[in-house]
């Protein structure tokens, strides 16, 4: 069992950056793959961001390829996702997902076991 918690949202202008980060309780976090999604208002949940267990590999949906950076540091139990250049249609409610996992990394939100509160970010134009 894992708890996921984000943090690290809030209101900011086109073109600028956020770091969001999902602190993850439990042991055993270098067991688990790592994902964020995003969901916009009346929108379906989707991938933005992947992760593999030790951190060497990962996966960007194409329309943030590029401008966001997926991270994590084990020893923290902690993953990250760095957001520059961001736009008005970055805007949703950006969760963290945790797959158990030391083999891939995983686009479909149906193969993640924990999920995060999520946390609001906004992008104004």
């Known amino acids: 069992q894992v708890q996921l918690v984000e943090s690290g949202g809030g209101l900011v202008q086109a073109g600028g950056s956020l770091r969001l980060s999902c602190a993850a309780s439990g042991r055993s976090f270098s067991s688990y793959a790592m994902g964020w999604f995003r969901q916009a208002p009346g929108k379906e949940r989707e991938f933005v961001a992947g992760?593999?267990?030790?951190?060497?590999?990962?996966l960007y949906a194409d329309s943030v390829k590029g401008r966001f950076t997926i991270s994590r540091d084990n020893a923290k139990n902690t993953v990250y996702l760095q957001m520059n250049s961001l736009k008005p249609e970055d805007t949703a409610v950006y969760y963290c997902?945790?797959?158990?996992?030391?083999?891939?990394?995983?686009?479909?939100?149906?193969?993640?076991?924990?999920w995060g509160q999520g946390t609001q970010v906004t992008v104004s134009s």
């Open positions: 992760i593999n267990w030790s951190g060497d590999r990962s």
């Open positions: 997902a945790a797959k158990v996992s030391r083999v891939a990394i995983f686009r479909s939100a149906r193969e993640y076991d924990y």
